[in-house]
């Protein structure tokens, strides 16, 4: 019986229901009518349709009302979902709700299909992100160490030799070897840098503490700007797709201010528990407004920023960026300390953007 009433449209069930009430109305009027007019004391006339009317109305709206409430009830169902992906739960779904309009639950049913196959390709395109990140820190391993063993070590030999040449008895010869030796040292600690900025091995071999250490030292110097650290985390190591994402995140932030900030100084303050950990980046350059899209085609900054929130993202963290006044920027990362990926991450990462 409830299956025949749900699959009536809300039209068809507004219709009825009224039907019912006029129905009902004019039987009840009739009746009461012939027995007020054997009575002695009849009503006026105005009294009976006053009264008639009020009964009418009265039955109408409740009749009405728990109607349309139980058939749009659906629609309440969809609001919710719908603020909850607004918010990015693509996991909530439409409710199945009993006595319902079948348009709307059928609607229902295509949103909540929509939602499915959305939430798959987009644990597919996180999957896929993560080979390529993958596939790059992979790359950037393999290219720093041949720049490490054989690059760095061929310029090392040539060095040995131009230096046996400044021996030589002629002028000359000594003066072009010195120039050489000046030429392949630059060249020689142009190397070591590139590789350093390709995979730092403190991060593999020290941990997220020593690398960030040597990041500071080196845009500091870099920069001749003072770039301060503070590390508040146990000496543990963290698992090291944690620390990577880490120390990306700074690496990128400390080459955003090298190259648009203008800054007069900067700040990574690591902080850690049992259960996360956060970096922080501060600067007090000259900022940006976070809630402009940036045209990644011209300085590479929009690019940098969108890489920091999908590796961010990937193990399960929330990347925020804030424009602090009077200037400058903070970015920061936060990440549980035990990382998920794949279709949870997608769940749990976000992007927070705001003003301070």
């Known amino acids: 019986m409830s299956g025949r009433i749900s699959a009536v449209p809300l039209f068809y069930k507004v219709l009825i229901a009224n039907a ?13 009518t012939a027995t007020a007019v054997r009575d002695s004391d009849v009503p006026s006339r105005s009294e009976l349709v006053l009264v008639f009317a009020s009964i009418g109305v009265l039955l109408s ?47 229902a049913e295509t949103f909540n299909g929509t939602l499915d196959e959305l939430e798959r390709d987009q644990a597919q395109l996180r999957e896929l992100a993560t080979q390529v990140i993958r596939a790059q820190e992979d790359e950037r391993k393999r290219i720093a160490r041949e720049l490490h063993d ?44 590139l590789a350093l900025e390709l995979r730092p091995p403190a991060l593999d071999d020290l941990g997220l503490r020593e690398a960030l250490g040597d990041l500071a030292q080196r845009f500091s110097e870099n920069l001749c700007i003072p770039v301060t650290l503070d590390v508040r985390a146990q000496r543990d190591r963290l698992p090291s797709e944690v620390e990577l994402v880490l120390y990306r995140v700074a690496q990128e932030a400390m080459t955003n201010i090298s190259k648009h900030a203008k800054a007069s100084k900067a700040a990574i303050v690591l902080v850690r528990n049992k259960d996360w950990v956060e970096i922080t980046i501060d600067d007090d350059g000259r900022g940006f407004d976070p809630t402009v899209p940036t045209r990644r085609d011209e300085s590479g900054l929009g690019l940098g920023l969108f890489g920091m929130e999908e590796r961010v993202a990937l193990v399960g963290g929330r990347l925020s960026i804030h424009q602090l006044h ?22 749990v990462g976000e992007r927070t953007v705001a003003r301070w």
């Open 61 to 107: 709206v409740v009749v009405n009302y728990f109607v349309l409430r139980a058939a749009f009830q659906p629609l309440d169902s969809l609001e919710e979902v719908a603020n909850a992906v607004r918010e990015g739960d693509l996991s909530a779904r439409a409710r199945p709700v009993p006595f319902s309009d079948p348009q709307l639950a059928r609607l």
């Open 150 to 193: 054989d690059t760095a070590q061929v310029l090392f030999a040539q060095l040995l030799s131009v230096s046996a040449m400044k021996a030589s008895p002629s002028s000359d010869v000594r003066a072009t070897a010195e120039t050489l030796e000046n030429m392949t040292v630059e060249a020689i600690e142009g190397v070591r840098r």
């Open 20 to 32: 019912a009430i006029v129905l009902f109305g004019a039987t009840a009027g009739t009746f009461v």
């Open 326 to 347: 009077p200037s400058g920027v903070r970015i920061k990362a936060w990440i549980p300390s035990t990382s998920r990926g794949g279709a949870e991450a997608n769940r």
